[in-house]
């Protein structure tokens, strides 16, 4: 057995092989679900429904199961230790990092629960073959089950990814769109959106149209957005893809009007003519304290290694059970079910598509995919709230101090509903390169934003404290071209 799990619960000195789905779904359901989330930790995907892996046998089998062994992070008044916080990353203290929206820093417990499956891969490969490929015991469910817990929706809405821009990859190529049809996006996305809706467009002899939905981004407003974007949704526009937190700028989107604005235009479409919406949530999913399977976009993607924790390499792709037959799978699945065998083995099209059907196969690192509860049990011993309200302390008093600063235009609103972990800045007569180098000088990483135009830029992530945001600021004070 892997182990007991007494954190569980006082006095339930159970293993995770005892639970059965039910019992296991009514502790995530209920006002135990924290603690369960805690307890289970980092072996949460070995004992979630369906998952036979908590009495595995065979080599590494005889490992303790992983539970938090670390310090307390949150007193009993709720109050959060940052500074013990801090100390479960591995980030040099020499440096103050505000890029860590790029590529993560592993928490601790994630970076364990890494090591944990490595070795349990490396001592009995086909130990992991098992995890994924036992019929009805497929380990992904559990994983799915416990991301579907924290974004409020169901765990067969979600297809795992490797990343935002797969998620984003797999929309645009298995959206079913006809000639003359036309994607609508933003001037403010990504390289990866733009691009993958552009490939999209060209394969099925379609259009893409860019709206500006502000002229300056520090003066952006709500009601001006919403309505620009509400007026360039025309009859033959078949998906609206909006990210909710622009990297390019650090403005936050509006969501629920152009949900709003989104379903206005659908009145009287017929299903086939659908208008889909699609969300990029990658910089706000794990900043604000929301469900998002609950916001009412139909298909939402998001890297989780970001704000999450989850592992380097992992993401989703959720969407609305009922529409995902608008989408064809791309890459054939490995999330092998009767349906899909059936449709290989007899020369058969597949049913009506399913989340599962657009999980892009192949061998990934599964030592990291299997550790992303991981990283949701380390957000939610911390508490989304709590961390929703240190990112916005931090990234509000840059915003507010970079406003005031004589030679330093900022871009990023100081309102702070339009407005999340990300800060965009100039300084006259440097370039955004110019600033990054200068800071880095003074042991601080800021980034450069790949965009026309570029600004310099920060991420104020729990990471991070005060004092380094005042040590920024002076910094940047102390700037001269």
């Not at 086939?272 to 976009?297: E, I, K, N, Q, T």
Request: hydrophobic share 45%.
């Amino acid at each position: 057995m892997l182990g007991a799990f007494p954190d569980m619960g006082r006095g339930l000195g159970r293993h995770m092989a005892d639970f059965s789905p039910a019992e296991i779904g009514a502790l995530m359901t209920t006002a135990n679900r924290r603690q369960f989330m805690v307890g289970v930790g980092t072996a949460a995907a070995v004992g979630l429904p369906g998952h036979p892996a908590a009495s595995a046998t065979g080599p590494g089998s005889d490992a303790a199961a992983l539970t938090y062994q670390g310090p307390e992070l949150v007193d009993a008044n709720g109050t959060v230790d940052w500074e013990a916080v801090r100390a479960e990353f591995r980030l040099d203290p020499r440096w103050a990092h505000f890029g860590l929206f790029l590529i993560a820093s592993h928490p601790r417990p994630v970076r364990e629960a890494i090591e944990f499956y490595q070795r349990k891969i490396d001592a009995d490969p086909l130990w992991a073959d098992e995890q994924l490929f036992t019929p009805g015991q497929d380990i992904r469910t559990g994983i799915k089950a416990v991301l579907a817990d924290y974004i409020g929706g169901r765990a067969e809405e979600i297809s795992l990814m490797p990343s935002t821009t797969i998620g984003l990859a797999m929309f645009f190529a298995g959206l079913r769109i006809r000639p003359g049809q036309e994607l609508l996006t933003t001037e403010h996305d990504f390289y990866s959106l733009h691009e993958s809706a552009r490939r999209a467009a060209e394969k099925n002899d379609a259009t893409v149209r860019f709206v500006r939905l502000y002229d300056d981004p520090a003066k952006a407003s709500g009601a001006q957005m919403v309505e620009r974007l509400r007026r360039s949704i025309r009859p033959k526009t078949r998906a609206v893809a909006v990210t909710w937190v622009h990297s390019s700028t650090g403005v936050r989107l509006p969501l629920a009007p152009i949900v709003d604005a989104v379903a206005e235009a659908n009145q009287g479409r017929a299903e086939s003519d659908r208008c889909l919406l699609l969300v990029d949530a990658v910089h706000g999913l794990g900043v604000d304290d929301v469900a998002a399977a609950r916001w009412g976009a139909d298909f939402v993607v998001a890297g989780t290694h970001k704000w999450l924790f989850t592992p380097r390499g992992t993401g989703m792709l959720w969407g609305k059970a009922e529409l995902w037959p608008h989408l064809h799978p791309t890459i054939p699945t490995f999330e092998f079910t009767p349906e899909v065998d059936e449709a290989w083995l007899k020369r058969r099209p597949l049913p009506p598509t399913r989340a599962s059907y657009v999980s892009p196969g192949g061998t990934f690192a599964y030592e990291y995919q299997f550790a992303m509860p991981a990283g949701i049990a380390f957000h939610r011993r911390i508490g989304p709230h709590r961390i929703k309200a240190r990112i916005h302390q931090l990234s509000d008093h840059a915003r507010t101090e970079l406003a005031r600063m004589p030679g330093v235009t900022l871009r990023t609103p100081l309102d702070p509903a339009l407005a999340s972990g990300l800060v965009c800045f100039e300084v006259a007569g440097m370039t955004p390169a110019q600033v990054v180098a200068r800071l880095a000088e003074r042991r601080i990483r800021a980034t450069a934003t790949p965009y026309l135009p570029s600004y310099a830029r920060i991420g104020t992530g729990i990471m991070n404290s005060p004092a380094e945001v005042d040590r920024f600021l002076r910094a940047v004070r102390d700037l001269r071209p």
